[in-house]
């Protein structure tokens, strides 16, 4: 069954701490790895990966794929009160995106 | 139209009644997707269409629930006899093609009472 695992499901930490999500996945006919941050409803996109070792970068957010592992990470350094959301990873297998069940950040003043 | 749009954005309804769920995609994006999300869980597929026909609906719990997309572009969501248990946030998403990134609505968020 395709699959993917986020975490930590939830984190809480100061501004300006560095923070670090994972994502794993199985996912067959993979194609690409997406990351979404989630604030009220709409996700919004962040990044798309779909080649090992390359680190995709905007601003204090990074994000970089392994493919022999099958994982993913999304980086945050100096967090700010404005990056509390949801983080969702999800992967494109086929023309299907499967969704992780996402990464609560919350980042206290 | 610049994003996707969904409406409406709330909707409130009774067991037992029908609703519908209209999204509205960017412009000149092939594929369109419905998804739903519950609190404290990831977007669940739905289904997904590429142009006017259903490429997967294998995400539709049952047979209450069907979607339509007529002209290829604008999609509505239909649930009959609904259920307190159809109470989610109801997302759509569309993309270029099928594959690619995909760009969402702001979501309609059900209320079965």
């Known amino acids: 069954e395709d699959k993917v695992v986020q975490s930590p499901l939830s984190l809480v930490v100061h501004e300006g701490d560095t923070v670090t999500l994972n994502c794993s996945y199985e996912?067959?006919?993979?194609?690409?790895l997406l990351w979404y941050k989630q604030e009220k409803k709409a996700p919004t996109f962040l990044f798309m990966l779909?080649?090992?070792?390359i680190e995709k970068k905007s601003g204090r957010l990074s994000s970089i794929l392994d493919k022999k592992e099958l994982s993913s990470i999304l980086n945050i350094t100096a967090t700010q009160t404005g990056d509390s959301a949801i983080y969702l990873c999800?992967?494109?297998?086929?023309?299907?995106?499967?969704f992780g069940t996402g990464t609560s950040l919350t980042v206290i003043p | 139209g610049a994003g996707v749009s969904q409406t409406p954005s709330n909707k409130v309804t009774e067991k037992g009644k029908y609703v519908e769920l209209r999204c509205d995609p960017i412009?000149?994006?092939?594929?369109l997707y419905w998804y739903r999300q519950s609190l404290g869980q990831g977007p669940e597929f739905l289904i997904y269409?590429?142009?006017?026909?259903?490429?997967?609906d294998s995400g539709l719990p049952n047979d209450r629930f069907f979607a339509v997309r007529p002209e290829g572009s604008v999609s509505t969501l239909k649930i009959q006899r609904t259920e307190r248990g159809d109470s989610a946030v109801y997302l759509c998403?569309?993309?270029?093609?099928?594959?690619?990134?995909?760009?969402f609505g702001a979501g309609t968020r059900l209320s079965v009472l």
């Open positions: 998403a569309s993309s270029p093609r099928p594959g690619e990134i995909q760009y």
């Open positions: 996912v067959t006919n993979f194609r690409s």
């Open positions: 999800a992967v494109i297998g086929g023309n299907q995106f499967y």
């Open positions: 269409f590429q142009g006017t026909g259903a490429a997967d």
């Open positions: 412009s000149g994006h092939t594929a």
């Open positions: 779909t080649s090992s070792g």
